[in-house]
T-cell receptor
């Protein structure tokens, strides 16, 4: 079972709404990630946080705003999304943000933008 | 950007048979990881193989890596219905930047 917990599991939001996805891990990991997965496609990296600092932003539109309040929590703030942003959003963590570390994923949050 | 191509895209076998999935990638890697994803669920880590390793085993799983051919394979022996899922290879191209392949959908029938 995954030790990365994501809430909510499902979210439906309008294009003018502001919502947040939340992620928590208690494995003492210092790197956390957001991935986006469209239906029948592989996951794609959005953001990497290392020691609570943003280290990678894969040219994600500003309507997605990540936040890492502490080493256990990672949020993804959503504002003015488009229907094409509907997807499974996966949070993940690893011991460190360098090679050779296993990355553990949560169950994901299904987002539908209407 | 997509790094890995997996083959086959879909595989249908009977319980007890072996399943082999292949992954090819384009650039140099630090390691390669295999994941399983049940429909609509999160990713479960299966195995990590480093660039200086050629083969690795974990239970019924056997992974090989050929860096000269930029390819990897995942073998599941004595498959079970519970192995039905999508399988992804993911290449670590640095700074824990995992780039996933296209995936193989495996169906194991009882």
């Amino acid at each position: 079972d995954t030790e990365v917990t994501q809430t909510p599991k499902h979210l439906v939001m309008g294009m003018t709404n502001k919502k947040s996805l939340k992620c928590e891990q208690h494995m003492g990991h210092r790197a956390m990630y957001w991935y986006k997965q469209k239906a029948k496609k592989p996951p794609e990296l959005m953001f990497v946080y290392s020691y609570e600092k943003l280290s990678i932003n894969e040219s994600v539109p500003s309507r997605f705003s990540p936040e890492c309040p502490n080493s256990s929590l990672l949020n993804l703030h959503l504002h003015a999304l488009q229907p094409e942003d509907s997807a499974l959003y996966l949070c993940a963590s690893s011991q460190e943000a360098d090679s050779g570390n296993t990355i553990y994923f949560g169950e994901g949050s299904w987002l539908t933008v209407v | 950007s997509q790094q890995g191509e997996e083959d086959p895209q879909a595989l249908s076998i009977q319980e007890g048979e072996n399943a082999t999935m292949n992954c090819s990638y384009k650039t140099s890697i630090n390691n390669l990881q295999w994941y399983r994803q049940n429909s609509g669920r999160g990713l479960v880590h299966l195995i990590l193989i480093r660039s200086n390793e050629r083969e690795k085993h974990s239970g019924r799983l056997r992974v090989t890596l050929d860096t000269s051919k930029k390819s990897s394979s995942l073998l599941i022996t004595a498959s079970r219905a519970a192995d039905t899922a999508s399988y992804f290879c993911a290449t670590d191209v640095g700074f824990q930047k995992l780039v996933f392949g296209t995936g193989t959908r495996l169906l194991v029938s009882p």
